[in-house]
C-alpha cells in the first residue's frame, strides 16, 4: 500500500484500535492531519461538483458561534464549558469531513483503486458485526480508554465528551418493560451503531460478494446470518426501515423478482426464528415515540427565532411531554429529556444553524443524488443508496460523529466513480 493511502486504511481497517484507545468517532479528526499534509502537497487541489454547498455548510457553522450564549425561548442553560467544546468538536468534524472528501478525491486510481476502498468499507462492516455480537452477549463490557486518563476532569467528565471516549460494548435499557441489550460497539452510541451498519452493510456486499472471489462470497454467506443477531437485538426501528428502503431501491434499480424473493425468504426466516419474537415486541412497545415528538417540536420552534444563523450547539428545553419539570427529581424520575437536535441530524442542524444551514444540509445529498443517478455500476448504484439513506436517517439519527464519516466517505466514491468513467483510458481497475 502506497504511503499516501495509510490516513484512510489507518482509518477503517484500524478502526478498533481507535475505538480502544478512546478517539473512536474522533479519529476522523486525527487522521485529516496527514490527509491535509498529502493534499498540500498534491496543490492544485481538485474540488467536487457540490463541495460548495458543504463550504457554506461549514461557513454558516463558523459564525453560529456568535450567539452560543443566546438561549431561545423555552430553553435554559449558560455559557459553559461543555456548550463551547461541543461546538468546537462538530466544527472540527465538519472540517476534517471536508478535508476526507478531497483527499479520497485527489488520491490516484492507481494509488487507491475504488475496489481497495470498498474493501477497506468492508472490513468495518466485520468490525460492526463483530461489536455487536459483543454488546448482544456482553452489554456491559467496558474499560477505561487511555484518552479518558490523559483528560482533565472537566472536559472528560462532560457528558457528550464522555459518550465519545469511553468504550462500551452495549447499553441496557427497558424499552420492551424488561433490560435488554442494545449494541454500540465500535461506536459512540446504539443509533450510530443502527446507522452505521445499514451503510457498511451496502459496501460490504458490493466489494464482498459483488467483486468478490469464493472465499470473500464464503464470508458474506457466514456474516450476514451473524450480523442478524445485534440487528434485531439493537431494537433500532431506524435501522430496520432503512434494510427495508434498501430491499425497496434495489428492486427498483435492479432486478424486482430476484429482490423480492430474497427479502421474502429473509424476512420468513427472521420471523420463524426466536428473533422474530423481539421484532414483535418491539413494534408492540413504541417507547421513544413522545420524547421524540416534544423535543422535535420544541427544535423547530427554537430554530425559528434564529432561522440564518442558529445557534451553534444544543440546548435544554423546560419540561418535557407530559410535565413542565425541568430535569430528572427524586419525585418525577421520568421528567429529563434528550437536548434539542438529539433526535437527527435535521434536527441539530436546525438548532445549531438554523433553516439556511438544514437547507444546505439536504441540498449537497440531494444534488449528490441527482448528479449521480445516471451511474448504474455497483459503486454508482451503491453510493446512490447511501445518498437516500442519509436522508432518511436525517430524521431519526445524529450524524455526529462516525455516520457523516461514512456519508462523506460515500459520497467520495461517487466522486471518484465519476472521475473515472469520464477517463476510462488512463483509470485503472484493480481486482483484487
Known amino acids: 500500500m502506497k504511503p499516501a493511502v495509510w490516513p484512510i486504511a489507518a482509518l477503517l481497517a484500524g478502526y ?56 431561545p425561548p423555552g430553553t435554559y ?36 483503486p475504488q475496489l481497495t476502498l470498498v474493501r477497506l468499507l468492508g472490513v468495518l462492516f466485520i468490525t460492526t458485526v463483530a461489536g455487536g455480537l459483543l454488546g448482544v452477549f456482553a452489554p456491559g463490557f467496558q474499560f477505561t480508554a487511555p484518552v479518558e486518563l490523559l483528560l482533565p476532569d472537566w472536559i472528560g467528565g462532560n457528558s457528550f465528551v464522555k459518550n465519545l471516549i469511553h468504550p462500551t460494548a452495549g447499553q441496557v435499557q427497558h424499552v420492551l418493560g424488561h433490560a435488554s441489550p442494545r449494541p454500540e ?9 443502527g446507522s452505521n451498519i445499514s451503510v457498511l452493510l451496502i459496501w460490504f456486499v458490493v466489494g464482498w460478494w459483488t467483486y468478490g472471489g469464493r472465499w470473500r462470497r464464503v464470508a458474506v454467506a457466514v456474516l450476514l446470518p451473524l450480523a442478524a443477531i445485534p440487528i434485531v437485538y439493537s431494537l433500532n426501528r431506524g435501522l430496520w426501515i432503512g434494510l427495508a428502503l434498501s430491499a425497496a431501491y434495489l428492486a427498483f434499480r435492479w432486478r424486482p423478482l430476484v429482490v423480492g424473493v430474497a427479502a421474502a425468504l429473509a424476512g420468513g426466516a427472521l420471523l420463524l426464528s426466536p428473533l422474530g419474537a423481539i421484532v414483535g415486541q418491539r413494534l408492540d412497545n413504541p417507547h421513544s415515540n413522545d420524547i421524540r415528538a416534544f423535543t422535535m417540536a420544541s427544535t423547530v420552534r427554537a430554530a425559528a427565532t434564529s432561522p440564518v444563523i442558529g445557534y451553534g450547539n444544543t440546548r435544554n428545553a423546560y419540561g418535557n411531554y407530559s410535565t413542565i419539570t425541568t430535569g430528572k427529581t427524586a419525585w418525577c424520575p421520568t421528567c429529563g429529556h434528550p437536548p434539542l437536535g438529539s433526535d437527527g441530524q435535521l434536527w441539530l442542524t436546525l438548532i445549531t444553524q438554523g433553516l439556511a444551514g438544514a437547507a444546505l444540509y439536504i441540498a449537497f445529498f440531494l444534488g449528490a443524488i441527482r448528479r449521480y443517478w445516471s451511474d448504474k455500476s455497483p459503486i454508482g448504484q451503491a453510493g446512490t443508496l447511501v445518498m437516500f439513506l442519509v436522508l432518511f436517517y436525517m430524521f431519526v439519527y445524529d450524524g455526529l460523529v462516525s455516520a457523516l464519516s461514512l456519508y462523506l466517505i460515500s459520497f467520495a466514491l461517487l466522486w471518484r466513480n465519476a472521475a473515472q468513467r469520464q477517463a476510462p483510458r488512463s483509470a485503472r481497475w484493480a481486482h483484487e
Open 185 to 193: 460497539a465500535p461506536f459512540e452510541w446504539a443509533n450510530a451503531w
Open 77 to 112: 442553560g449558560d455559557l459553559s464549558t461543555g456548550r463551547i467544546l461541543g461546538y468546537l468538536m462538530r466544527l472540527a468534524i465538519y472540517v476534517a469531513l471536508a478535508i476526507t472528501v478531497l483527499y479520497l478525491g485527489n488520491l490516484t486510481l492507481d494509488e487507491l
Open 16 to 71: 478498533p484500535i481507535w475505538w480502544a484507545l478512546g478517539l473512536g468517532g474522533l479519529s476522523i479528526i486525527v487522521v485529516a492531519v496527514p490527509m491535509a499534509v498529502v493534499l498540500w502537497r498534491r496543490r492544485p487541489i481538485k474540488v467536487p461538483m457540490g463541495m460548495g454547498l458543504w463550504f457554506l455548510l461549514l461557513a454558516g457553522y463558523a459564525i453560529s458561534a456568535v450567539t452560543l450564549a443566546a438561549n
